[in-house]
């Protein structure tokens, strides 16, 4: 039992409480070290004991989740994992969450929560694992300015990198610890940067706010991708949560495909799936860039990438909240460079002159 990852479950539903603790229960990895209904009574429980990471409701009586985990995060980090509503106003505060360090978001709907949970219990006790394993840091208040593979698919590309044409495509796979670190990167580029797709693990309404969010704050415009968009320079496409993105092209004209589809990877949208397309339909006009995030998703197709004759860079392990993605891509050899976040957006800029 010493060596399980003990989390403490805080929610105002009991059912929810209930369900959580089942199925972390059921995992061999995972313990429930304790349940709390309110932010005050989770307070005491981590007065007796630290937990290995938290999962916290949003709306709860008393104190709400993002004022607790604003408590958390700034006084004695813990890796946290936000409980939101499908709904816009869940998406918003769970983005806000992100922002003050959350490590990721486990989503609910507001109807068959129980049945909902069990059909994702998966995806969640990886999710909890990958947290406990995270390195949260302090939130400090700052100011806010306006597994199936990719055959599933797309079939694999030509071996032949296609030619160079004088623009270039940026493709940038994300997941845990991703909202913050494409924030960061995003924030540094210029207003004429390359244009970019970017496929970060989130669910569906979440997409769409992260990417206004974003497009408030950075120089370049963020939008959340619909078919047909085109990929031009100082634009940048953020794929929308459950649904499958891939770089295409007609002409000189590069331009987003939006469809359904299996997961990949055990995602929807995939980063093998943007990889792919992008190795395939831009090759060596291409720039690969794999960011902090647990699992495996992206690693082959940023194999596929290289192959193709694409620059490929991958997040540093010191710069990551979690540094599963690119060590496996750096396994498989598909990485030319390993950069700390903050030298990233300089080494695309100078790949893509």
């Known amino acids: 039992m010493q060596n399980k990852i003990q989390v403490l479950i805080v929610d105002d539903s009991a059912v929810v409480r209930n369900t959580l603790a089942r199925i972390i229960a059921a995992d061999a990895r995972l313990a429930v070290m304790a349940t709390a209904s309110d932010p005050f009574i989770a307070a005491d429980r981590i007065r007796k ?39 816009q106003k869940g998406s ?10 959350a490590i990721d978001i486990i989503t609910k709907p507001r109807i068959g ?19 406990a394993s995270a390195r949260p840091t302090r939130f400090a208040a700052r100011k806010i300015e306006p597994k199936l593979s990719a055959d599933a698919i797309l079939d694999k590309p030509a071996t032949r990198a296609m030619v160079r044409t004088t623009e270039k495509v940026v493709a940038v796979g994300a997941s845990t610890g991703g909202t913050e670190a494409l924030r960061l990167f995003l924030e540094m580029l210029p207003q004429d940067a390359p244009g970019m797709v970017i496929v970060q693990h989130m669910p569906e309404n979440f997409t769409r ?10 120089r370049v415009s963020v939008k959340e991708a619909e078919n047909d968009d085109t990929v031009i320079r100082g634009r940048v496409l953020i794929a929308p949560g459950n649904r499958h993105t891939l770089l295409k092209r007609s002409g000189a004209r590069y331009y987003v495909e939006i469809k359904d589809g299996p997961l990949v990877s055990r995602h929807r949208p995939s980063v093998d799936v943007l990889f792919r397309s992008t190795a395939r339909y831009a090759g060596a006009n291409a720039v690969g860039i794999i960011m ?28 990551c909240v979690v540094f599963g993605m690119p060590r496996e891509a750096i396994k498989k050899g598909a990485v030319e460079k390993i950069l700390p976040l903050q030298n990233i957006p300089a080494v695309v800029l100078r790949q893509c002159l």
């Open 49 to 87: 004991q630290v937990p290995d990471v938290i999962t916290l409701d949003l709306e709860m009586p008393r104190m709400d989740g993002l004022s607790f985990l604003e408590k958390i995060m700034s006084q004695h980090p813990i890796p946290v994992v936000m409980c939101s509503s499908l709904t």
């Open 92 to 101: 918003q505060s769970a983005l806000r969450a992100l922002e003050m360090g």
């Open 113 to 131: 929560t129980r049945v909902f949970l069990e059909e994702a219990k998966v995806c969640i006790c990886d999710i909890l694992c990958a947290a």
């Open 209 to 218: 706010a992260f990417a206004e969010r974003l497009n408030t704050t950075c």
């Open 292 to 319: 902090t995030g647990m699992g495996d998703d992206g690693a082959q197709g940023m194999l596929e990438m290289k192959e193709a004759g694409a620059f490929t860079i991958a997040q540093d392990e010191a710069t």
